[in-house]
């Protein structure tokens, strides 16, 4: 009986721990972006304003869209506020109503890895 109790006792402790745990393994997940499927997804939604190379000045866009490879500049966004701009789209961050939300078409796994290719703008 006394064994039950200190075995109900270590599961709980254990479902505590895995639960304050999930925020880390999600930042985590994010920091893992894969940013080879992030190209993918980058060249297939969002060159067409961004720039292949995410200048701006995609051909198909008329209004002007910044630049996301600039240096000194994207590298100081913390990936959530990257995260909530592709997810929730330019208004929910006070910027462009043009920028679409994404939430409907990609992933959290998607958008982590399409972090991860913006990044590599300016990491060269
Ligand atoms: C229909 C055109 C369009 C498409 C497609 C588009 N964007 Fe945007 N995006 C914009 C505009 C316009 C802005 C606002 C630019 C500004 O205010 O400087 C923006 C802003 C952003 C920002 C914030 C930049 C900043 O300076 O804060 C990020 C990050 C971004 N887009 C990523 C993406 C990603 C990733 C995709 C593809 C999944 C994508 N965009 C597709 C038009 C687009």
Redo the contacts with the bound molecule.
């Keep these: 009986m006394g064994r039950n109790g200190a075995r109900a006792a270590l599961f709980g402790c254990l479902v505590v721990v895995a639960s304050s745990l999930s925020p880390v393994t999600l930042s985590a997940a994010i920091a893992a972006g894969d940013a080879r499927h992030g190209e993918t ?2 060249l297939r ?2 060159q ?3 720039g292949p190379d995410g200048r701006g000045g995609g051909k198909g ?1 008329m ?1 002007h ?2 630049p ?1 490879a600039r240096k000194g500049y994207i590298e100081t ?1 913390p990936d959530g506020y ?1 995260a909530a ?2 997810t929730e789209g ?1 208004l929910a961050v006070g ?2 109503a ?3 939300s ?1 939430k409907t078409t ?1 992933t959290e796994q998607d958008i982590a890895d ?1 972090i991860a290719f ?1 990044r590599t703008f300016v990491a060269e």
């Design positions: 997804i980058f939604y969002c067409g304003c961004h866009f209004p869209v910044g996301l966004m990257l701009v592709i330019g910027k462009s043009y920028m679409p994404w990609l399409v913006i």
